[in-house]
């Protein structure tokens, strides 16, 4: 059973595993805290080379980076080519099993409004979603957010700075995203302060 997370102390999972949020004390961030001893996509991603020991409290990206140099790949290597649609895939899976893909389910849409810091939560669908299409915020950093609090842009052309200086691209949206995910993504390439819209421009990511 999802636990509001307007409400008390504490971190869980329900049933299904899936992380779960309650409000922390006010000395702790808003984040999401993983069920221990549960390896996540991105964990089983990374361990799989043998020669490479994975930092968790590094951003995701940076990790990805650390293993091309620990393997020497190049830019065009067939193996560093392999490894990124891996390292991809894991990240989407990443943000499923912390945020859902079901954007019907407002337990979803409540886990997005507390690491955004949206308090209190609305208690409809729709006023949730209308809440967190306003904030901007990179989507490799909401991955990583179960390790720090998030940042919030005030505008998709701040954030669209961060992104291409951090480097921190999510993978090109497909037929793969949840629809959770869907509603986050933002024009990074090209970013259009003023303009909402649901339908993504072919290229555009986060």
Known sequence: MFVDPVSDALVGCNSY???????????????????????????????????????????????????????????NDPEREAA??????????????LYGTNEKDIENWHKLCYVLRIDPAPDTLQECRTEVLKKHVNLVDLVHGSKEEVRIFETETELSKY????????????????????????????????????????????
């Open 17 to 75: 595993g899936r992380p779960q949020t309650k409000k922390p004390p006010p000395s702790q961030k808003n984040i999401i805290i993983r069920p221990l001893g549960v390896e996540t996509p991105l964990e089983g991603f990374f361990s799989q080379f043998s020669n490479f020991q994975s930092q968790p409290s590094n951003s995701p990206v940076v990790e990805f980076d650390r293993l091309c140099k620990t393997y020497q790949w190049e830019r």
């Open 84 to 97: 990124r649609e891996e390292f991809q895939y894991a990240m989407k899976r990443e943000f499923d099993d």
């Open 163 to 206: 992104t291409k200086k951090t480097k921190k691209f999510f993978p090109i949206q497909d037929a793969r995203d949840g629809g959770v995910l869907r509603a986050l993504r933002r024009h990074i390439l090209a970013p259009r302060d003023g303009i909402r819209s649901s339908r993504r421009k072919k290229g555009s990511r986060t």
